[in-house]
């Protein structure tokens, strides 16, 4: 499998042959860089962090000369765009990756879609996927909600399956669902029910419409802090 980005051109690669292991099938595991690429996976602050640690994806030539080569000029007429995407002297992808102990690289989320929870970095597309695993739900889409306490909190939208209602199946069901499945931090605290999600041409979900629909996106939706079966589950 090759890996690649519009900017960036063929940076990656895992092998087509080998094991299952070898492969780390199922895992989001995108390989190791070319030869005649440089890849770190680093913090806010443009720091490498250790193997294991998710942090976002920077790419650069191994060509001490020129660090772009291979790589697209600038972003047109946007030069604030391409000083911020090359700070640091490495082009940065907006992935959240992580890198184990061999060198490989791994697929966490987009950055824009990450939920910073008191510390933790919550993949919006790991809860995604265990929300919509429930037999009742269709669909679902997750994004951050701004909190001052934890500075974010997580929110699923969610649209049932043809048949199901907010009664067949109501939110702490799902909330149990999503406590049986993964750590506390990442089951949502709220959670809004959904007759269809805004998309692009492509079908994808427009998050960013989400995000714009309400001043509070708080309110007027399930919220586990006011729910008295989790009241240790904060």
């Known amino acids: 499998m090759i890996s690649s980005m519009t900017e ?30 440089e890849a770190m996976v680093v913090d806010d602050q443009d720091q490498e962090v250790p193997p294991g640690t998710v942090g976002e994806l920077v790419l650069r030539s191994a ?4 660090r772009r080569r291979g790589f697209m000029r600038e972003y047109y007429k946007n030069p604030q765009a391409t000083a911020k995407a090359w700070r640091s002297g490495w082009f940065h992808t907006g992935d959240y990756c992580k890198m184990d102990e061999e060198g490989r690289f791994f697929f966490v989320d987009r950055k824009k879609d990450i939920v910073r929870r008191s510390g933790e970095n919550i993949s919006s597309m790991e809860v995604e996927a265990v929300i919509r695993s429930h037999p009742g739900v269709l669909d679902v889409a997750v994004i951050p909600v701004p909190d001052p306490l934890r500075v974010e909190e997580v929110k699923a939208y969610v649209i049932l399956k043809p048949g199901e209602t907010p009664d067949t199946v109501p939110p702490h069901q799902i909330i149990d669902w999503c406590q049986d499945r993964f750590a506390y931090f990442k089951v949502p605290r709220y959670i809004e029910y959904r007759k269809e999600f805004p998309r692009t041409p492509t079908e994808k979900v427009q998050k960013q419409v989400l995000k714009s629909e309400k001043p509070d996106l708080a309110e007027d939706c399930y919220d586990r802090y006011k729910d008295e079966r989790y009241k240790r589950l904060r």
């Not at 060509?63 to 020129?66: A, H």
């Open 8 to 37: 960036t051109g063929l940076n990656f690669c895992s092998p087509v042959y080998g094991s299952m292991e070898e492969r780390k099938v199922g895992t989001g595991c995108f390989g190791r860089p070319f030869p005649g690429y």
């Open 63 to 66: 060509d001490p000369t020129n």
